[in-house]
């Protein structure tokens, strides 16, 4: 295993030291119990925003927190979901008096720690929703299975909540906006490689040279499918198949469409891979409105891509389109 | 016999000893057919555990131990484990309330809150590949141990004995709850972590209680004579 | 090889293609020649910024073209610089009659192919001044080499200068402070693992694991030197040293902290980086003005990081903070 | 004899095809002191002036071929072997002017011309591990064979012995120009790529030359009688 860390124990902790450093104009850190919070948090009538999980999938959540997104953002340690209290502590943090929405990706560990945390703030008064957020196509049928993962998408339903929240709505509104893109939200993922978790020092699976992942998630778990690896069209169109039949998306349709990379796959390839999919989705009278291409839901350094697309409507594009202003995403100020 | 705070300590530290024995192999299997970091994750919490043994009062009783394996593995461990087993102490400490001594009833309504506990956070049913293929047919074989009028460490021998083999049964089957739910087919063949762990904890309560009889029977730390 | 494209040989006309779909809001893509240029140039009046390289370094250079930065972005083949007439054509393209700045990384086929498309671009009239941009503190000595490289550095370079641009300096003007922020600025980077370059199909070097590269460039060329992994802090030390001791930094000086991913290595490895650089700055004495944290000069998936010190001073910390808006770096608007 | 526009076209041809057939040792070359892609910049850059050289008009004389050449790669290649073996074509192309035929003082201008031309942008000296290493012992040693009053063909051989030595000469030192420069010691014990090319180059001039003038001593191909 080779990585730019310290000891594997202190890999988060340490990487939210270099945020708050990074980004000591638009967040504050705790350190214990640890989350990153916005700076002048909490704000007086605005619904919070909470998300988080196990850390890894950078910049994902903290890279997400200030001005018209994330209010608070807790990272668990690698791979594996925070533990009540420091989800509690951010919770009380960032309640303005408006409630609190916690976004939270559909995993047991995170469903459960979140639920804790909510019945904990809940007690104290604290007003909590929670929106699960479940777009990953690959996992089929959520009576035999945990349900479907949460992944890419995650990052459409905290701009689009965070904008709601941030123009005043309350939070049934804000719950509702954010089930609403999760509703309108599926991804698939493939990886080319594994990733390796620092403490266990080995890749998480291994793929031959010629394998690639069909379906996978962001923690390192094998997909459900190995083929032999095609050119990037053939994998665009096999990823496109079960995303648009999944809603299922028409010709007519607007849509945001989001190629996201997996953490070490480059650049110059997820164009590539949003060139073919905006091709195809283009044969089929789909219209890409707009866009969003990078390392936003990361799994290490997997290498690999993930496509998400969010059927808009002038809501949604709207509440897109507003301002924000974190460390992962800005425009408009 | 009964099993007294002693033994709770006692099998508090082995538990955390055996976790710590088979951190790596947790690990393993946690990356076969999960996110590998089950062993990483049990070992941090029950290393915390260790940590605030020592601030347990004297005057404690079993309940207040599991309470405070309960909240600490509640705070320090995370991912589904984390609740999951902290609600199973949860509910075992409850279940023994403030009872200074555990008889075998004892024991298994102890294990049989915990098991619920899982359940109750969890939903999973027995063939689910996960931690309750382990629990429930230790629970069973408690429960059928105590019936057959069996002591308390022949009792926790057969809950162990038995968690053992549900682990075991987890290997052929398909998972429907947990990381390994999204494997469908592929994870055949593959050990579920938390079944592991499981066995691996209820076999650690075993140990301690037949070694605290054994002592007990030598007379050499148990000031309670009514050993079987 | 295990890579996200289809032909090697299309690697980036075909990224270029979904730069082109992504960003259409942003720039427009001339396909042949190759190169990409900001919507609505050229603008009357102003400084034109036109620069390029190779590609494989993405979002450099393409993802920086838009407003309070680049006018033009010519991408030559994976680590290939362009020729002479996309050059030419793109500097043709964004002339508004004030004349073109080329940004040139300090490589011999950049500095010659600029050179004559420059020499093409005088000879139609086109005022076109050159900066050649050589952050790499890892290259000793130009006397016995082909000089110091252009790396990291070069964003800060493209960022300042565009902004002088924009608001509406002169050429010279816009030249001098390209110059001064390339004379401020020293960039040292580390590698763990080699690029594949697609057409090769295999790694450019190999590393043991547990060796890592020292004092390495952006096109897979070995560092000067290999040593055994150390623990991040320790690296990162060994990055700082002569880094600060090549200006020199001082106590006292303000300076810009720019932590750059090579393409493969997570963010949350980056953090970590940028924490113990701060920390041994504020050590020093030295103040972290403003940071840069990301992936923004890469070597396709090659896993390392490089550390960029640029001194500021109050012009080209007002320069940084004036709106930029393009695929990769956007604030203020 | 003398060398006309046919041997110059197969010259050209013979060089697109050996550049084509070591493309890949090129690109290994340049992996180990370079950035690995010398044999696809030249590989592209051939195959582009082979695409062109039908066009080429049937009255063009050599000067016409080797410009084309020259522009053709300068448009194609990029990198830093475009412009300097651009050059080095184009200033070839100015050394033999208008002139029909080759004799062997046309050529060694032409490869004079051509070394002074890579010289002239890239400012290298021999010992630098670059092309010059080949290109210099080739205009030297075809200036010695001139001398000697050697034909046309044995002054190309003579040239093309030196390239080669000299590439094989680049293996033992540090460079001072192109990214082999950023190594320092670490670039000894490797062959610089573009002196490499260089002596495949010079030699495919030697070989067509060969071919062109036992061809012409058949009478098959030439129509001109003054081969020595
Ligand atoms: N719904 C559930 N009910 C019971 N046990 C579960 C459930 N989901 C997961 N588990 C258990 O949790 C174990 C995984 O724990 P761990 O790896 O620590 O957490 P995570 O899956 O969040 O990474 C599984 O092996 C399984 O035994
Ligand atoms: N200044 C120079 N003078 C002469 N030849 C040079 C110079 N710099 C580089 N070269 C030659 O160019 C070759 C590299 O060409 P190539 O790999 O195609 O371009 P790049 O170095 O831009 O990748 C080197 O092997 C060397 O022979
Ligand atoms: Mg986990
Ligand atoms: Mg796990
Ligand atoms: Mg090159
Ligand atoms: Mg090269």
Known sequence: MKKLINDPKDVVAEAVAGIELAHGDLVTVSHDPLYIVRKGAPFSGKVGLVSGGGGGHEPLHGGFVGFGMLDAAVPGPIFTSPTPDPILAATQAVDGGAGVLHIVKNYTGDVLNFETAADLAGAEGIEVRTVIVDDDVAVKDSLYTAGRRGVAGTVLVEKIAGAAAERGDDLDAVAHVATKVNAQTRTLGIALT????????????????????????IHGEPGRERIKLEPAD???????????????????????LFVNGMGGTPLVELYIVFRRAAEVLAEKGITVKRTLVGNYVTSLEMQGASITVLKLDDELTELWDAPVQTAALRWGR | MSLGITWVTDWIRQSARVISEHRVELIT???EIGDGDHGENLDRGFTA??????????????????????????????????????????????????EPELNGAAIVALLTAARDGVVLRGKAEVGDKTMIDAWTPAVDAAAAALADGKNEVEILQAAADAAEKGAESTE????????ASYLGERAIGHRDPGSQSSALLIRA????????????????????????
């Open chain 1, 194 to 217: 594994a990733p390796t978790v620092p403490h266990a020092g080995e890749p998480s699976f291994t793929l031959a040279d010629d394998e690639i992942e069909i379906g996978i998630g």
């Open chain 1, 234 to 256: 053939a994998i665009v169109d096999r990823m496109l198949e079960p995303i648009l039949e999944d809603l299922p998306f028409a010709s007519g349709d607007e849509i945001l």
């Open chain 2, 29 to 31: 299997l946690d990356r």
């Open chain 2, 49 to 98: 555990v260790l940590g605030k043994l020592d601030d347990l009062p004297p005057d404690s009783v079993p309940g207040d131990a599991l309470k405070l394996v309960a909240t600490t593995l509640i705070s320090t461990v995370g991912g589904a484990s984390g609740p999951l087993l902290g609600t199973a102490y949860l509910k075992a400490a409850g279940a023994v309330g403030k």
């Open chain 2, 172 to 179: 052929p089957i398909v998972a429907r709850k947990g990381r």
């Open chain 2, 205 to 228: 309560a075993a140990d301690t209680a037949a070694a605290d009889d054994s002592s007990a029977g030598e007379g050499s730390s148990a000031d309670d004579g009514s050993a079987s």
